[in-house]
């Protein structure tokens, strides 16, 4: 099993999640620089996905792209669904992350109107459980989780205090060592370079 990754891309949620079900697999970093190589066009990247994106698997005859369909997928060959419900609940879990969620934050026009009901509902069931999806950390919070802790990076200006609980997911998400080493290590790298730049414009 081949995952291709950048730093920048989503292949980090994935690389947190393979590293929190004990698995290993090859990661084979892409030069996503337009200046440079722009391996993600090349010839041979594109028969692996022919949009060009990253991140993308091979395992054997399978090429698989987008990170929720490639999570959902190493979780099933990894024994990691119990039950067709756990399963199905994982599905949704990570169309929210990718629709609903992400575009009631990170899509401007939606934000006033969406964002707080999409954050109330989940401070509160947030309130309730330790964890998305239960008392215990799965691959739904991986799925939602990441694209949260990279809100204060990509978009400071969002104010997330209004959502105590959620905050405190993050929070108790970031420590885990392999969210620390992974998708909580490149939202800290972003929100330095976002502030720099913040810092730069300012000046100018």
């Known amino acids: 099993m081949k995952l291709y990754s950048n730093p920048a891309s989503r292949g980090r949620i994935i690389e947190w999640y393979i590293r929190e079900i004990g698995k290993e697999g090859e990661v084979e970093v892409i030069n996503l620089d337009m200046r440079e190589k722009r391996e993600h066009k090349s010839d041979w990247f594109l028969k692996v996905n022919p949009f060009g994106k990253l991140p993308a698997l091979e395992d054997g ?23 067709p419900a756990e399963r199905a609940r994982a599905q949704q879990w990570a169309l929210f992350a990718n629709s609903t969620m992400t575009n009631a934050v990170f899509v401007e026009q939606f ?66 060592p392999h969210c620390a080493a992974t998708v909580a290590a490149r939202a800290a790298e972003k929100k330095t370079e976002t502030t720099a730049a913040q810092a730069t414009a300012a000046k100018a």
């Open 61 to 83: 005859d399978l090429k698989l792209a987008e990170s929720g369909a490639i999570m959902l997928y190493i979780a099933e060959k990894f024994g990691q669904f119990k039950t």
């Open 111 to 176: 934000r006033e109107r969406s964002m707080p009901d999409v954050f109330g509902t989940m401070d509160a069931l947030l309130a309730a459980s330790p964890y998305i999806d239960g008392p215990a950390f799965g691959l739904s919070d991986v799925l939602v989780g990441a694209y949260l802790l990279y809100i204060p990076a990509f978009l400071p200006q969002v104010d997330l205090t209004p959502y105590p609980n959620v905050l405190a997911y993050m929070k108790r998400l970031a420590e885990r």
